[in-house]
T-cell receptor
């Protein structure tokens, strides 16, 4: 099976702009979670979606949002970018039956905000 | 609230020697525990997990981890280190009682350096 794919892999934006990141889960996985990784804060949970509904949300401002489509693909959006949003954004997918506890991560999108 | 501690920022070991990367956790109920590895410019790669059952869990690439409930620890081990094991290792936990929230809480990571 193909793994989790994320596009784009690298992105440079300026403060105040907005950005949309995309994630395609492993085939058959219906849950998608997003995490932010920074040197200072480490890995932090952003949100989880399945069945096109946000199920859980981490402690991030409303500028961070996401959605999931009927094919389980997910996008996350960050509006009004700040310098501190520079990070590696990781998407993870998991099945919602069977081995549902294991999350499988994509390669990430590295966002640089100038 | 759940939390994970990885007390060592870096572990250095010679190739062929055994390695241990330490992890302790705190949860309200019983834990689901995971180890992931991250290579430069890559995402996280799943190594192994403890859900229930035997305290010694075997995973990918010869890694294993031992769940110790009394010490709230889940240390990652490998009998013989390889240079290619050099990477960043993350321990993660989820409280199984918190069924509405499957978010993982990660430790700060331990950089493993295996010298030839």
């Amino acid at each position: 099976k193909a793994g989790v794919t994320q596009t784009p892999r690298y992105l440079i934006k300026t403060r105040g702009q907005q950005v949309t990141l995309s994630c395609s889960p492993i085939s058959g996985h219906r849950s998608v979670s997003w995490y932010q990784q920074t040197p200072g804060q480490g890995l932090q949970f952003l949100f989880e979606y399945f069945s096109e509904t946000q199920r859980n949300k981490g402690n991030f401002p409303g500028r961070f949002s996401g959605r999931q489509f009927s094919n389980s693909r997910s996008e996350m959006n960050v509006s009004t970018l700040e310098l501190g949003d520079s990070a590696l954004y990781l998407c993870a997918s998991r099945p919602i039956q069977g081995e549902q506890e294991t999350q499988y991560f994509g390669p990430g999108t590295r966002l640089l905000v100038l | 609230a759940q939390s994970v501690a990885q007390p060592e920022d870096q572990v250095n070991v010679a190739e062929g020697n055994p390695l241990t990367v330490k992890c302790t956790y705190s949860v309200s109920g019983n834990p689901y525990l995971f180890w992931y590895v991250q290579y430069p410019n890559r995402g996280l790669q799943f190594l192994l997990k403890y859900i229930t059952g035997d305290n010694l869990v075997k995973g990918s690439y010869g890694f294993e981890a031992e769940f110790n409930k009394s010490q709230t620890s889940f240390h990652l081990k490998k009998p013989s280190a390889l240079v290619s094991d050099s990477a960043l290792y993350f321990c993660a936990v989820r409280d199984y009682m918190d069924m509405g929230r499957r978010a993982l809480t990660f430790g700060s990571g331990t950089r493993l350096q295996v010298q030839p």
